[in-house]
């Protein structure tokens, strides 16, 4: 996966360690990412139809690089159960490049 693109780190949650696992192999196996890593027990809080709700989700944090971010969107779009998950890109400014 190296290239000279931007180093970027992916985040976003999902509900299912199932789904959150799915997501994470796929990623891995197309090369879209050099790591995956799933934190469990994330509490998340947010309005929904006029009201607060509240679930219990798995956040992912999927490191990848700018020339490949378009298709594992479009991946992480596909098997998420969200219509459109928040899907939040951080550049790399300091850190091991991939090897």
Known sequence: MADSSTELLIMFSCKGSITAKK??????????G???RIINGVNSYF??????????EQL???????GVYSDLEQTI?????HELPE???VPISIG???I
């Open 23 to 32: 997501i994470a192999t796929e990623v891995i196996a197309t090369e879209l």
């Open 34 to 36: 050099s790591s995956v």
């Open 47 to 56: 309005r929904w139809v006029g009201k607060v709700e509240n679930a219990e």
């Open 60 to 66: 992912l944090l999927i490191r990848t690089n700018s």
């Open 77 to 81: 779009k596909r098997l998420h159960h």
């Open 87 to 89: 899907i939040s890109v």
């Open 96 to 98: 091991f490049p991939d």
